[in-house]
């Protein structure tokens, strides 16, 4: 597509439930990354897909995120048993090459209640 | 590790008045640094980036020079308009020979212009 795509833009979830959030990066694009925003922070990375490489899940917060990429295409990031602290803005990007010309996402605002 | 660290906001100023966001960084080996903006309710959008010292980046009068010195990447702009308000973030590429080339983020910077 014309550029990267996240589904739901916003998603309110009960404490305690499972959420899936979905992107659909540009076509072509070989590398893949999550990041967390939350009020008053940067952004903190999450996840990075690069290729067939293994995944890098140095900056996953908890065995409570788990993320995926099929088929080299879009990628679901899911997060078991929400805590209200899950509460953030989800961002999603991708490039041709790691770490050049990023092109984000608009994001889903995630809120745990 | 590597980290950036930016300037609190938030940034006041009146239209015309010159800008600047300062930004600083601890890397190992040569990082790219890079300045991303976000619009209100928009997504972050890539301003300018820098990929060697001495480089200097510029985008919609927006400018800022790669100092390995000082290691700084401060951004300057000579006269603001009120179409500039947005958050500004300053960001290191993890690219000194690492598996991941993830991008490393400042806090961000609050910019607010008023008329």
């Known amino acids: 597509g014309a550029g990267v795509s996240q589904s739901p833009s916003n998603k309110v979830t009960e404490k305690g439930k499972d959420v899936e959030l979905r992107c659909d990066p540009i076509s072509g694009h070989t590398a893949l990354y999550w990041y967390r925003q939350s009020l008053g922070q940067g952004l903190e990375f999450l996840i990075y897909f690069q290729g067939n490489s293994a995944p890098d899940k140095s900056g996953l917060p908890s065995d409570r995120f788990s993320a995926e990429r099929t088929g080299g295409s879009v990628s679901t990031l899911t997060i078991q048993r929400t805590q209200q602290e899950d509460s953030a803005v989800y961002l999603c990007?991708?490039?041709?090459?790691?770490?050049?010309?990023?092109?984000f996402g608009s994001g889903t605002r995630l809120t745990v209640v | 590790g590597n980290s950036v660290t930016q300037m609190e906001g938030p940034v006041t100023l009146s239209e015309e008045a010159f800008l600047t966001i300062n930004c600083t960084y601890t890397a190992t080996g040569y990082p790219s640094l890079f300045w991303y903006v976000q619009y209100p309710g928009e997504g972050l959008q890539l301003l300018l980036k820098a990929t060697k010292a001495d480089d200097k980046g510029s985008n919609k009068g927006f400018e800022a020079t790669y100092r390995k010195e000082t290691t700084s990447f401060h951004l300057e702009k000579g006269s603001v308009q009120v179409s500039d308000s947005a958050v500004y973030f300053c960001a290191l590429s993890d690219g000194s020979g690492g598996a991941t080339n993830k991008l490393i983020f400042g806090t961000g910077t609050l910019l607010a212009v008023q008329p």
């Open positions: 990007a991708s490039s041709l090459v790691g770490g050049r010309g990023y092109t």
